[in-house]
């Protein structure tokens, strides 16, 4: 058990001075084996027999498909038709980056692709329309982790495979709360923007009119409106597994960004799919390492004894579901959301087991938990890639994103915590 905390220190301490991700769990997993004197090249082969699974081959295919709608502009028709709905009222703007986030990560999976896609379109035409850019930049960054919590989620078909659960019980785990947490970002938007003066207001139309931009605008976003309609009705119809529904939209973003739109020319397609393949074979890095130590911890029995702490701590059922929030919020603070959740899946697991906790709501907890700890300082690896694509610093954006994170996001996750049928329900009607 020693070791574990001495791993774990050390891998902490890695990134604080920002050595890669992939890097500071490799060092990681030799420290932990040099420590505990574990034959390292014994759980390589179980490693690489995880990252070898077909459902993780969803990864890639949902990534590549989000960079590929970023690139061919396909995200810029679904901003205008959501925009064509709300986009004539103050703070209209920032509720189309709330549900244009929702939507693209009902397409990408990714909220690095979410920032990348949307934020860099939204924030300077907010910024343009008299939004304070502290706000919306803010706003772009916790709009982000909705696409973590509506399905396809990348984070989620990792746990899902890390806890051996059915993928789409856990996509619908967590698409609840994000339908609810994105409909708070909207009406926390419009509350702390209506003391502004400065913002422009489109001028009021004519229903007629306005019927006409809704008409035009979703023609030219509809086959972007469509595709999720298909990922997301291949996944639960049983038609298609996740793996199978990522090639699809992959092909599907080929065909519309190549053939239809004529939006994706080579050039873009060759630098998106060098960006997909960097981000990907950076994820894959990072469970590589992740697994082998999860193996090593296993055999020792570390998750085991840890849970023996934790519940010797105190055996309220209220008490250890906020360790293990808190745990979370510190796990999702400091690395990104797919190494949290399948370290959630090797550390917590068997904590979860112990107080007859459904494993499906767990999935729901650290789904929502650790989009929290990605946009939460100090690390904060979402929040600061907001600021990075949006150049504007820390010091702008940091206060009204704690205003949306403790008036929304974290009534969000005791909520999911505590009324599991938020998480339940839909899940429940594969059964």
Request: net charge positive.
């Amino acid at each position: 058990m020693t070791f574990f905390f001495i791993t774990i220190a050390c891998i902490m301490v890695l990134l604080l001075v920002e050595v890669p991700v992939g890097f500071a769990f490799g060092i990681g997993a030799l420290i932990y084996g040099f420590l505990s004197e574990t034959n390292l090249s014994f759980h390589a082969a179980y490693g690489y027999q995880q990252i070898s699974s077909f459902s993780l081959l969803a990864i890639p295919l949902f990534i590549l498909s989000g960079t590929l709608m970023g690139s061919s502009g396909i995200s810029d028709r679904l901003l205008n038709f959501v925009n064509s709905f709300v986009g004539r009222t103050k703070g209209g703007l920032g509720a189309v980056t709330v549900i244009t986030c929702a939507i693209f990560g009902a397409i990408s999976g990714s909220a690095a692709a979410a920032i990348a896609a949307v934020g860099k379109i939204m924030v300077p035409r907010m910024i343009r329309e008299g939004y304070p850019p502290g706000h919306a930049t803010a706003l772009v960054a916790v709009s982000s982790v909705l696409a973590l919590m509506i399905p396809p989620s990348i984070p989620m078909i990792v746990f899902a495979i890390a806890i051996r659960e059915s993928i789409a019980k856990c996509f619908l785990a967590t698409m609840g709360p994000g339908i609810m947490l994105a409909l708070v970002y909207c009406v926390l938007n419009f509350v702390f923007l209506r003391k502004e003066k400065n913002i422009k207001v489109a001028p009021a139309t004519s229903a007629k009119e306005t019927v006409e931009v809704i008409f035009k605008t979703g023609k030219k976003a509809s086959l972007a409106v469509i595709m999720p309609v298909i990922v997301l009705g291949g996944i639960y119809s049983g038609i298609a597994t996740p793996t199978e529904a990522g090639a699809v939209a992959l092909v599907y973003t080929l065909v519309v960004g190549i053939l239809i739109y004529r939006s994706l020319p080579w050039n873009k397609l060759f630098s998106s799919t060098v960006d997909a393949a960097r981000l990907t074979g950076a994820i894959i890095m990072v469970l590589f390492f992740l697994f082998i130590m999860s193996r090593g911890m296993i055999l020792a029995k570390v998750p085991t004894q840890f849970a023996d702490i934790l519940l010797s701590i105190s055996d309220n059922k209220v008490v250890i579901l906020l360790l293990i929030n808190v745990l979370l919020l510190i796990m999702g603070a400091i690395i990104d959301d797919v190494s949290g959740g399948v370290l959630a899946a090797i550390i917590l697991l068997p904590i979860t087991q112990k107080i007859g906790l459904d494993p499906i709501h767990f999935a729901a907890i650290v789904g929502t938990n650790l989009g929290l700890g990605n946009i939460s300082p100090p690390c904060a690896p979402l929040l600061y890639m907001a600021g990075g694509v949006t150049n504007m610093p820390l010091s702008k954006y940091v206060g009204p994103t704690m205003k949306f994170l403790l008036l929304g996001h974290l009534p969000m996750v005791l909520l999911v915590t505590f009324v599991p049928e938020l998480s339940l329900y839909l899940p429940s009607l594969l059964d």
